[in-house]
Every structure is written in structure tokens, then in C-alpha cells.
């Protein structure tokens, strides 16, 4: 296996594929302004298993059209969605976040938790904003610094994972540079990276290690892994993930 086909059997069996839980998703949702309104039509980009896709289904009125570059993660999450009575309210579409199927003006919500980084977030939200209706909601979860100085080991190695990686002031300058209004916002808790997503990750370290060996490959998965997670529990009062909600600005 090469080191994509590695991680997806690490993620494959998580609820979440990065930091977040439901009690975020439901919270973004309120401050969406969302809920009350019929018909919608809402997509989840980055959707992973599913695990916000299944709260945007339960919380909203509307068709989730759930999007993920690999379909093992959509094939979970279409068991997760017949499971729970929701498979009639989700469709699944395995694709690119830079190759995207839908018209100009399809969606009155775009989610995308944790993923617009795959694309960039500036980039992301320029493409994202022609998808949406005039005055269509963008909530996304974004690395996001939480004081303006931190150590320099946590600096040097966020910067070189992800270089946009910046302050919530500037994220929302960016939104609002680029036809956005914010409209909410909020820092993802120590709980949402450890309880929700770090934890469950280290569980399951030694079932995938066996799987496959303890080669060289899945070691160096493993260590990356637990790399991020002690800077995090180190450095966790300098970095999170912020949640921005933001309206598409109607000119």
C-alpha cells in the first residue's frame, strides 16, 4: 500500500477524520440562522464518514449532497445514513474539492469541517462562493491560531504543514475580502481534538500496525500522528480550530 491507501485503512474506522464533534456542527447550525427554513439545499465538502453530514441531515431541513475524494469514507457513510433512517436526505459524490459537479447558485449551505485546507482556505472560499445562492450560508472549520505569538516549535511546525495557517482576525478579513459577511464564529474545545478525534485515533494504532505489519510506511503514519498529538497537548492553549459561518454578500 502506498501512504494514501495507509491512511484511508487508519481513518476508515473513525467516527471523524480530524478535530470536531457534534455538539460543533449543531452549533454552527444555530448560528447559520438555518434551522426553521424547508427545502434546503446544503452540501458537506470534505464529509470524510460522514459525521457532521449526519447532524446537518437530522438538524436541517434539507438534501445533503455529501462529498468526499474517496469512496471507502462514502461507503461508510451511507451505511451510517440507512442505519439511522437518513439515506433519503443524503446523496454521496466521490470527487475532488477543485473538481466540483454542481451549477453556479446550487446551495443555500455550504459545510466543509476541517477540509477546506485541502484546496487552501482562500482558495476554497472563491471557488465555494459561486456554488452558493445569494445570501447562501459557508460554515468551515479552519486551522486557526489563538494568540498573535507562540512557541516557535509549534510556529515552525504548523507553518510548514500548512502555511495559511493564521489568526481568526485575519480568516475573517479574507472572508470579507472575498464577498462574505461573518456571521459567527468560535475556537473548537481541548474536548472536540482529544475526546472526539485524537483519542479514538490512538486506539486504534495497534490493530493497524498489525495490520500491516509494522512496516516502515505505517510506522512513519503512526509517529506523524503521535507527533501532532503531543504538540497539541503541549501547545494547546496557542492552536485550534476556528468555525467560521459566513453569508455570501449580495451585490
Known sequence: ???????????????????????????????????????????????????????????????????????????????????????????????????????????????????????????????LRRLLKPGGVLAVSELTWLTNNRPQELQAHWTQEYPEVDTASAKMATLEQNGYVPIGYFALSKSSWLEHYYHPLQDRFAAFLSRHGHSDAAQAIVASELREIELYERYADFVSYGYYIAQKQVS
Open 1 to 127: 500500500m502506498d501512504d494514501i491507501e495507509l491512511l484511508l485503512d487508519l481513518h476508515r474506522d473513525g467516527q471523524r477524520q480530524g478535530p470536531g464533534s457534534a455538539a460543533d456542527t449543531r452549533r454552527a447550525v444555530e448560528l447559520s440562522g438555518l434551522q426553521g427554513q424547508t427545502d434546503l439545499a446544503v452540501a458537506d465538502l470534505g464529509c470524510g464518514t460522514g459525521a457532521s453530514t449526519m447532524v446537518l441531515a437530522q438538524e436541517l431541513n434539507a438534501t445533503i449532497s455529501a462529498v468526499d475524494l474517496f469512496p471507502d469514507f462514502l461507503d461508510v457513510l451511507t451505511a451510517s445514513a440507512q442505519q439511522k433512517g437518513l439515506a433519503d436526505r443524503i446523496n454521496s459524490n466521490a470527487c475532488s474539492m477543485d473538481a466540483l459537479p454542481f451549477a453556479d447558485n446550487s446551495f443555500h449551505a455550504i459545510w466543509s469541517e476541517g477540509a477546506i485546507y485541502n484546496v487552501g482556505f482562500a482558495n476554497g472560499i472563491k471557488i
